[in-house]
């Protein structure tokens, strides 16, 4: 059984290479690069996988979920400036797929029980773009 | 890592095969098969899958929409599938065969170095269609 559940937090990055100039920067990111920075309510979808329990019929507690997903990610990003106050984004390049690995980073140890394990991130980095990460293991 | 972008294209087509008789394809397609066409706003995912490279994007966002709106938005937006597109000429414009041409559009095209895994095409909200590669 897959569980879903949503959420949001908005916050404003830059996407810039340190090692690179601003036209390379650019050519790579597009407007991302613009060194000031810009803002983005960043939607992400947490998909778990595991057994529905035959005692209590969830996959996971929904409350404790939602718990874990605030303490992990909201609260730290949220109306945050992600290079300058969340790290790893004062050294690893805040594009929406390093954000997906850092999501999974901070919830893949909260998430593990016997019967129960995160199994996808999503992030969109607009309503018509997303990634999604499956963690370090997935084919993809 | 997957990152999937969306599209959008509108366009018309008539669903009649060849093989059939009118009789047959009236009841097979039914209003599909209005003799003048109808049209749709076509919904198109593209999905691709690599590891991030060393700006970290799986991607580059620019390169991708340009290749997806070359490769296959500007030879069917606005466009009467079956009279406009020589794909459709013998093959029937369903929502099927859209997918497979779409597919070979972007193969066809393709120089990401992100592999592409998947075409999802909505005819409306209510009927999707997915290639994946390998299934």
Request: with cysteine; net charge negative.
């Amino acid at each position: 059984m897959l569980l879903t559940r949503k959420a949001e937090f908005s916050a404003s990055h830059v996407c810039a290479r340190p090692d690179w100039t601003r036209e390379q920067n650019e050519a790579v990111y597009g407007n991302n690069a613009n060194p000031n920075g810009h803002g983005h309510n960043y939607l992400f979808e947490v998909t778990l996988e595991g057994e529905t329990d035959p005692v209590t019929g969830m996959v996971f507690d929904l409350r404790e979920l939602k718990d874990i997903i605030n303490n992990e990610v909201v609260e730290p990003m949220d109306h945050r400036h992600l290079n300058l106050e969340v790290p790893p984004f004062d050294h690893v390049v805040p594009t929406t797929e390093n954000i997906a690995i850092e999501i999974w980073r901070r919830l893949d140890p909260k998430l593990r029980r016997p019967h129960a394990r995160l199994k996808n991130v999503r992030v969109f980095e607009a309503s018509d773009l997303f990634v999604d990460y499956g963690g370090p293991d997935a084919t993809h | 890592m997957q990152l999937t972008s969306r599209f959008r294209f509108s366009a018309a087509h008539r669903l009649d095969a060849v093989e059939l008789t009118p009789v047959q394809n009236r009841e097979l397609y039914g209003k599909c098969n209005n003799p003048h066409g109808h049209g749709h706003d076509y919904v198109l995912d593209v999905t691709v899958e690599g590891p991030p490279d060393v700006s970290g994007l799986v991607a580059r966002r620019a390169a991708l929409d340009t290749l997806v709106r070359e490769a296959v938005i500007q030879k069917l937006d606005h466009r009467f599938l079956n009279k406009d597109v020589a794909e459709f000429a013998s093959a029937v414009p369903t929502t099927e065969n859209l997918a497979t041409v779409i597919r070979d559009y972007l193969k066809a095209a393709w120089t990401l170095p992100a592999k592409l895994v998947r075409v999802t095409i909505a005819e409306t909200d209510r009927n999707t269609f997915v290639w994946e590669a390998g299934k």
